[in-house]
Every structure is written in structure tokens, then in C-alpha cells.
């Protein structure tokens, strides 16, 4: 398995993502987007266990200026998907910080629903 989208399923929790690091090792993109039960943590988490995952949708998640940081200090990435960034959580400044090092890697950028990054 390559692709695995799980996206809006909203019942899946860290064990999901625990197994997921175990047995999907060969995962280069992971859509879990609109699963409210996870934490950008959790995600960060299981990222590190999945050393071929080059692209990420991960949109509706409660990320910080914080976990963009670590999520993109992780690995180069050619494609991200991080819509619904919430003001206060997510600054411009924080965004443009997270994202500097993938200038040379990053293809494909999705920021749906961000009207305060400017």
C-alpha cells in the first residue's frame, strides 16, 4: 500500500494511526483530513514512523504554529494539505517559518479556508 485515504472518518483514534506506523511502512501519501479525533501530535508521531510518506493532507486538525514547525522539520515534503488553520493557533509568520525549509522540495500546497494568512 502507497496511498491511503481515511479521510472524514472521524472514528479513528491513535491506535488507528499506531497500527498504521506498523504495518504501512511503504506509505508515500496519507490523507487523514477531517479526522477530529486526532491531534497534529499524533500525526507528527506516526510521520516520523513512515520514512517513505512524502505527501500529507491533514486539513481540519488543530495544528499550531508549533506542530507546522516539527511537522516540517520532520522531512522534505512535495505535497501538504493543511486547510482551516485557525487565527491565533496558526500565525502568518508561524506558517511562512514552518514552510521555509520545503521551498526546494514542496510541489503541491493546499491552504483551503485560510483567509487570515496573508
Known sequence: LSRLSV???????????????????????????????????????LVAALPQLV?????????????????????SWKALSLGFLIPNHVTSNGFKQALINQTNTLQSLAIPFCEHLV
Open 7 to 45: 479521510k472524514n472518518c472521524r472514528r479513528l483514534t491513535a491506535a488507528s494511526l499506531e497500527c498504521l506506523g506498523e504495518h504501512a511502512l511503504e506509505l508515500t501519501a496519507l490523507d487523514v483530513g477531517g479526522a477530529y479525533n486526532l491531534q497534529p501530535p499524533q500525526v507528527i508521531e
Open 55 to 75: 505527501e500529507l493532507h491533514a486539513s481540519g486538525l488543530l495544528w499550531t504554529d508549533a506542530t507546522l514547525q516539527d511537522l516540517s522539520s520532520l522531512r
